[in-house]
């Protein structure tokens, strides 16, 4: 009886695009993505940190991602996997959060 070839993964059957740096072949659309942008901080040559609120499932987000330039070529950067998304009621306690981090970095002559 001849014996049958295995079947391939599914990730070698089919091609799966999230929006991820990790997909070179992607280009997603910056309003579906970052909702509300509020503010860009340039990270280097190639990257961005974009501050954004956006709303998912009737939850109000706060969303802090790096974007970077596409792999492709392409021209819009792409949003990466570095970043945190988290309900925007947690903006005053991470604000408080930076404000101790920015206190201890002056003191030991960091900034």
């Known amino acids: 009886m001849p014996q049958k070839a295995p079947r391939p993964l599914l990730a070698e059957r089919a091609t799966v695009d ?23 901080i340039r990270k280097n040559a190639l990257e961005e940190i974009r501050i954004g609120l956006s709303e998912f499932n009737g939850h ?7 974007w970077a330039e596409p792999r492709n070529g392409g021209a819009e950067r ?13 903006l005053p306690e991470l604000i408080e959060a930076l404000r101790q981090a920015e206190a201890a970095a002056r003191k030991a002559g960091l900034l």
Do not use: F
């Open 60 to 66: 109000d987000l706060l969303n802090i991602r790096i």
């Open 78 to 90: 792409i949003p990466t996997k570095a970043g945190i998304c988290c309900n925007v009621r947690l």
């Open 18 to 40: 999230i929006g991820l740096r990790n997909s070179a072949d992607s280009t997603p659309d910056s309003q579906r993505e970052q909702g509300q942008l509020v503010a860009t």
